[in-house]
């Protein structure tokens, strides 16, 4: 058998629409073959032979109970055929955006981007994140290029750490700050939340992609060639989606430098 002939037989197994259908239903839970007929509106004796080939493709396996599950190998193949998909169905927005300044083990997970919503407009983004403020009660994290000291999200933010939710901030080093910051900064009350250690922040030198989350739900923004983009964004509260948002937010966070105010212009 050639180099290149097993992978291509796999991915044979994956050219028909029933059989890789299956495959990304195992991925959520094992099921049976019965109730996967029923949802896929197909007869059970067409589902038994598409099952069949996947068993013997070793990408599902049967159990005693006689239900079936996805194997370690079909999990491999089902994450980037979700990473192909999320890609496919959302080829309109990466056609003006982009990732590739993402470590290469966050756009190997790429995928599991696929629950997201894409919302459009500035001020639909923005109220998005303002939800993603409202809704926090343990932590508010956020990786920011343009910084919105507006009343009404500096009135969010103080709500929040009134009630004991922690707030994490990166900040680019060539962030867009409006003039009226420091009077709000001052007349908010935020310098005693910095004392507290309630407020934490970090510098970075370049950040293009921005991430907002709370514990619950987070949102995404890739840049447009290489220039952050505000005006369309990637939300969600999938499990998956979230987990990727903060383990991008914590790698960030690691590798920042410490805050210096005089860096903001």
């Excluded at 032979?49 to 159990?63: C, G, M, P, Q």
């Excluded at 709000?184 to 921005?210: C, H, L, N, P, W």
Aim: hydrophobic share 40%; net charge neutral.
């Amino acid at each position: 058998m050639g180099e290149y002939e097993e992978i291509a037989n796999r991915f044979a197994e994956l050219s028909g629409e029933q059989r890789l259908e299956i495959l990304l239903k195992l991925l959520d839970k094992q099921t049976k073959i019965s109730t996967i007929a029923k949802e896929l509106g197909a007869t059970i004796p067409e589902v038994y032979r598409n099952f069949e080939r996947l068993v013997n493709a070793d990408l599902i396996s049967k159990n005693p109970d006689g239900s079936y599950s996805i194997t370690s190998l079909g999990k491999i193949l089902g994450s980037q055929i979700s990473t192909v998909n999320f890609l496919l169905r959302n080829k309109k927005y990466f056609k003006n955006h982009d990732f590739e300044q993402l470590p290469l083990k966050f756009i190997h997970r790429i995928g599991v981007l696929d629950k997201g919503e894409i919302i459009n407009g500035f001020v639909k983004v923005q109220e998005r994140c303002n939800e993603i403020y409202e809704n926090a009660e343990q932590y508010i994290y956020n990786i920011l290029f343009e910084v919105p000291y507006t009343p009404d999200v500096m009135e969010i933010l103080i709500k929040k750490l009134t009630d004991r939710t922690k707030i994490r901030s990166i900040f680019s080093e060539s962030a867009i700050i409006p003039k009226e910051r420091k009077f709000m900064i001052d007349k908010m009350g935020f310098k005693e939340y910095i004392q507290s250690g309630a407020i934490e922040r970090k510098m970075k030198k370049d950040v293009s992609t921005i991430v907002i989350l709370n514990e619950k739900e987070a949102g995404i923004m890739f840049p447009t060639n290489g220039e952050v983009d505000v005006s369309k964004a990637i939300f969600s509260k999938d499990p998956l989606f979230h987990e990727w948002c903060l383990d991008y937010f914590n790698y960030n966070w690691d590798i920042s430098d410490s805050f210096r105010e005089a860096k903001l212009k």
